[in-house]
């Protein structure tokens, strides 16, 4: 079983960028597909971004062209880096890890504890 510790979350004016990390131990990236979700109160855990073990990559279309999902099996480590940001991305953003390269997230196995992203207008 792998541990995940999302950070980088934080609070942004729209337009804005950040960077968010999600450091993996117990257990290699690369043996897993990896994922980007959000949930904001009221709504859905909904994918954003998700990575297959070769690194293709496949993101939402409310976020393609804005968000880049990567990561360094060296370090273990999963990234997402958000630019031009909205008030409506404002949301909990959890990064899980799991057997299926899926936007579901009952796909996913484990899951961090989630870092806070707002974006004001």
Same mark, same amino acid.
């Given at each position: ?7 980088? #979350? #934080?609070?942004?004016?729209?337009? /804005? ?6 450091? *993996?131990? #117990?257990?290699?990236?690369? &043996?897993?597909?990896?994922?980007? =979700? ?5 709504? !859905?855990?909904?994918?954003? *971004?998700?990575?297959?073990? +070769?690194?293709? $990559? ?6 393609? /062209?804005? =968000? &880049? ?11 997402? !880096? %958000? ?8 949301? %909990?953003?959890?990064?899980? *890890? /799991? ?5 579901? $997230? +009952?796909?996913?196995?484990?899951? #961090?504890?989630?870092?806070?992203? &707002?974006?004001?207008?």
């Amino acid at each position: 079983q792998v541990q995940l510790v999302e950070s980088g #979350g #934080g609070s942004v004016q729209a337009g /804005g960028s950040l960077r968010l990390s999600c450091l *993996a131990s #117990g257990s290699g990236l690369s &043996t897993y597909s990896m994922g980007w =979700f959000r949930q904001d109160p009221g709504n !859905e855990r909904e994918g954003v *971004a998700i990575i297959a073990h +070769d690194g293709s $990559p496949s993101y939402a279309i409310s976020v393609q /062209g804005r =968000f &880049t999902i990567s990561k360094d099996n060296a370090k273990n480590t999963l990234y997402l !880096e %958000m630019n031009s940001l909205k008030p409506e991305d404002t949301a %909990m953003y959890y990064c899980a *890890a /799991g057997n299926r390269w899926s936007f579901r $997230p +009952d796909r996913y196995g484990s899951w #961090g504890q989630g870092t806070q992203v &707002t974006v004001s207008s």
